[in-house]
Nanobody
């Protein structure tokens, strides 16, 4: 089984920055796609960002492009989400996700929740105005 443990959430003023980290442990991935989703109170969960195994391909929700950066360290089996110029509407619980690609050699990413079988516990991010 795979466990994803998140850290780095908190309270920040609008315009500030936070960096979320997510470390995977347990069964080792051969190759993996990783991503971040978020869910605000009273709203549906939404995709935020995804990154391919090599790190060369990334994809973002339009509303966070230019402000958020996803990256990964495969040696540490860790994915990061650097969030800059945060806005009150970014307030949500942020979830790290992962999917095992096995031996598949393609450098792809996923943007749908059902494509990720592994999820972190969630990390609260609150942006005050």
């Amino acid at each position: 089984q795979v466990q994803l443990v998140e850290s780095g959430g908190g309270l920040v003023q609008a315009g500030g920055s936070l960096r979320l980290s997510c470390a995977a442990s347990g069964r080792t991935f051969i190759r993996s796609v990783m991503g971040w989703f978020r869910q605000a109170p009273g709203k549906e969960r939404e995709f935020v960002a995804a990154i391919s195994w090599s790190g060369a391909r990334t994809y973002y929700l339009d509303r966070v492009k230019g402000r958020f950066t996803i990256s990964r360290d495969n040696a540490k089996i860790t994915v990061y989400l650097q969030m800059d110029n945060l806005k009150p509407e970014d307030t949500a619980v942020y979830y790290c996700t992962a999917a095992d690609l096995g031996d598949y050699s393609g450098d792809l990413y996923y943007t749908e929740a059902y494509e990720y079988p592994y999820w972190g516990q969630g990390s609260q991010v609150t942006v005050s105005s």
